[in-house]
């Protein structure tokens, strides 16, 4: 019953920047984490971010210094503000959130495409 919707994708130039906003709606009171991954073409899905219920950040050594992760408790919003943008962040990102018992619920995705 609970469900992520992800926004914030789209085009941008090397050197820009984006935000990208995860909300989580449904029965859902309480969550381990919240974060965000992102999938290349022809790749596999990597861990780029996450937020612990207690507001612990923690990043990829790829994002670190340029992404940054942030949540609205009340709302149970996690946002993803990038920064210095470089093709190589082309992807389609996630949103990811963990219940207390365990459970992964995932969202659709967004793509972020960087190009000149």
């Known amino acids: 019953q609970v469900q992520l919707v992800e926004s914030g994708g789209g085009l941008v130039q090397p050197g820009g920047s984006l935000r990208l906003s995860c909300v989580a709606s449904?029965?859902?009171?309480?969550?381990?984490?919240m974060g965000w991954y992102r999938q290349e073409p022809g790749k596999e899905r990597e861990w780029v971010a996450d937020?612990?219920?207690?507001?612990?950040?923690n990043y990829a050594d790829s994002v670190k210094g340029r992404f940054t992760i942030s949540r609205d408790g009340a709302k149970k919003i996690v946002y993803l503000q990038m920064n210095s943008l470089k093709p190589e962040d082309t992807a389609v990102y996630y949103c990811?959130?963990?219940?207390?018992?365990?459970?992964?619920?995932w969202g659709q995705g967004t793509q972020v495409t960087v190009s000149s």
């Open positions: 990811k959130l963990v219940t207390p018992t365990g459970l992964a619920v």
């Open positions: 449904g029965r859902i009171f309480s969550f381990n984490a």
């Open positions: 937020i612990t219920s207690g507001g612990t950040p």
